[in-house]
């Protein structure tokens, strides 16, 4: 085995691994890099020159490793993506939202259009955890829970020449909306594993909780505005979840809090796939119940077309992003034979 790493080493974003076996290429993750000055793409010449890609694996949706999917993609039609169907739909939504943002950049030219990503959808092939999937004919990857948001995987590679091990981002601490990474013991020969925050303590995240509901209430009671930026995948339900908890409990008083942009879209797909969630959060969604909205929390929609998909049930909703790339999405997968 050769590797190679095109992005995502020695950096943060642009996570993008290449695997030479034998005569084939395997490709870990695809993504850019967002803000760091320098090329927003990975170093795909390199992959080209060492003899191209004949499968994707994907772990999760956030955009440093999956936001130029649709550029290798295209240079390499033939390759099968695969990733968990939760994170099909969350990379369909985030890439759909990458084409608006780069359409409205008059003075950039777009990395890729609505035809690339169409492509690109068109070639994943939904794998569910822990379903050994053969791969390239003689290999065999198995999806298991990481964590970090809903989908994660950590990828479980047997090659002829090796078992790799490549865990994308993960969390080992149980979320409000996701279980934490949940593998066996395995025995690689080689382990990529993301480490980001490798060198850092990390709060105790209950105490963390207690904190952000202090100053929340310390702020409600002061007549304050309160503005919170979170990320709309993963961080923004977590922030959602606990508010709404705090006014259950009466840890905050009953004031109406509003949820903006695309953390609207993902709740949605949260709602579609109960079974990547918390088994609690997973119980009351298929009870019929509004996992993140309550009385007091509730979406904001600024436009009238905006208002319309807001009513459309989330059937009709799912149907929409299917129909934006016109593919129908992939269910079933090939289990291998008994032994």
């Known amino acids: ?57 994907v772990s999760h949706a956030h955009m440093d490793h999956t936001g130029s ?16 169907p939760m994170t099909e739909m969350l990379t369909r939504i985030l890439l759909a939202d990458s084409l608006k943002i780069m359409d409205r950049r008059e003075d950039e030219i777009p990395y890729y ?29 198995t999806l298991y829970p990481a964590g970090h948001i809903a989908g994660a995987a950590c990828i479980n590679l047997e090659t002829p020449e090796g078992t790799i091990l490549y865990t994308g981002d993960v969390s080992v601490q149980t979320q409000r909306t996701i279980e934490g990474m949940r ?6 020969d080689v382990m990529i594993m993301e480490s980001t925050y490798g060198n850092r303590l990390h709060a105790n995240r209950q105490a963390e909780e207690i904190r952000m509901v202090q100053l929340l209430a310390d702020y409600i009671r002061e007549g304050k505005k309160i503005l919170i930026p979170a ?6 339900q977590e922030v959602l979840l606990i508010i709404r908890s705090a006014i259950q409990k009466k840890e905050l008083p009953k004031v109406p809090v509003y949820v903006d942009g695309m953390v609207r879209y993902i709740n949605r797909a949260y709602k579609l796939y109960p079974t990547y969630l918390h088994i609690s959060l997973a119980r009351r969604i298929m009870r019929g119940n509004e996992p993140f909205y309550s009385d007091e929390i509730v979406a904001v929609d600024r436009l009238q077309e905006a208002r319309e998909n807001a009513e459309a049930s989330d059937e009709e909703y ?3 992003i299917y129909d934006t790339f ?14």
């Open 183 to 188: 593998i066996p013991k395995l025995r690689p």
């Open 231 to 236: 990320f709309a995948l993963g961080r923004a």
């Open 69 to 84: 999917l649709p550029v290798i993609s295209k240079a390499f039609p033939q390759a099968p993506i695969y990733m968990t």
């Open 1 to 57: 085995m050769k590797f190679y790493f095109a992005g995502g080493a020695m950096e943060v974003g642009g996570s993008c691994v290449y695997v030479r076996v034998g005569d084939r290429g395997i490709l870990f993750d695809s993504g850019i890099r967002q803000g760091s000055g320098r090329d927003p793409l990975p170093d795909f010449r390199a992959i080209q020159l060492l003899g191209g890609v004949d499968a994707i694996l």
């Open 326 to 339: 016109g593919r129908e999405p992939v269910s079933v997968v090939e289990k291998l034979p008994d032994a």
């Open 318 to 320: 799912m149907r929409e």
């Open 113 to 141: 259009n609505e035809d690339d990503v169409s492509g690109m959808l068109a070639r994943i092939v939904p794998v569910h955890y822990m379903v050994p999937f053969k791969v390239l004919g003689d290999m065999i990857m």
